[in-house]
């Protein structure tokens, strides 16, 4: 079946604070991460992992500032794999 991608929930915000496993971020997260890491940028913003899914007044609080963090991306999060995958063909090409 479809697998649902780790989200941030308030049961889940402690232990996100200090670890979020690896494993259990979805391949397109991890190759943001790996893409971001491979042009010298240092934090990733998931909205899924950064804004509390299950707690309303934190989402109405960054929802407010999603349109400026999105303008000032470096490079916003591609969710269509196959452009994902032209992506990191490119930035592969770039590092031969």
């Known amino acids: 079946g479809k697998s649902r991608h780790v989200i941030t ?9 200090v670890n979020i496993p690896w494993r259990l ?3 397109i997260f991890q190759d943001a991460v790996i ?3 491979q042009l ?3 934090y ?3 909205d899924s992992l950064y804004i509390i899914q ?12 999603m349109a400026d963090i999105y303008q000032r991306a470096f490079l916003a999060t591609l969710q269509h794999h196959r ?9 592969k090409d770039l590092r031969l």
């Open 9 to 17: 929930e308030k049961a889940s915000l402690e232990k996100w604070k």
């Open 44 to 46: 990733v913003w998931i």
């Open 25 to 27: 971020l979805p391949k």
């Open 54 to 65: 299950d707690d309303g007044g934190d989402w109405e609080e960054e929802a407010v500032n």
């Open 83 to 91: 452009l994902m995958e032209m992506v990191i063909a490119f930035i």
């Open 40 to 42: 010298g940028v240092k």
């Open 35 to 37: 893409i971001a890491r």
